[in-house]
Nanobody, 119 residues
Framework: QVHLVESGGGLVQAGESLRLSCLAS????????MGWYRQAPEKERELVAV???????IYADSVKGRFTISGDNAKNAVYLQMNSLKFEDTAVYYC?????????????WGQGTQVTVSS
């Protein structure tokens, strides 16, 4: 069982910054990626940013240049620095972890943290 605990969400004004943190604990092995997804009301969950164990990253086009994902392998942690926040960034942000065992991929999700950006 893997537990992901997010923190750092909140209410900010447009143009301000927030930093999200996610710590993973439990039975963790061979992490493939850690990342952040978000889901706004009445919308599908979407990828925000992902970091692979080797350090390479993927960003959604909508956040490139504004958000930065980083990880700490020793702590099984992932962070998301969000700058120049926009109203459309308002969503519940979920931490995601993917591990592999052989050909099987295991995915875990956090409970989510609310980010609200007022315009």
């Amino acid at each position: 069982q893997v537990h992901l605990v997010e923190s750092g969400g909140g209410l900010v004004q447009a143009g301000e910054s927030l930093r999200l943190s996610c710590l993973a604990s439990g039975r963790i092995f061979d992490i493939k990626t850690m990342g952040w997804y978000r889901q706004a009301p009445e919308k599908e969950r979407e990828l925000v940013a992902v970091i692979r164990t080797g350090g390479s990253t993927i960003y959604a086009d909508s956040v490139k240049g504004r958000f930065t994902i980083s990880g700490d392998n020793a702590k099984n942690a992932v962070y998301l620095q969000m700058n120049s926040l926009k109203f459309e960034d308002t969503a519940v942000y979920y931490c995601n972890l993917e591990m592999t065992s052989g050909i099987t991929t295991f995915k875990s999700w956090g409970q989510g943290t609310q980010v609200t950006v007022s315009s």
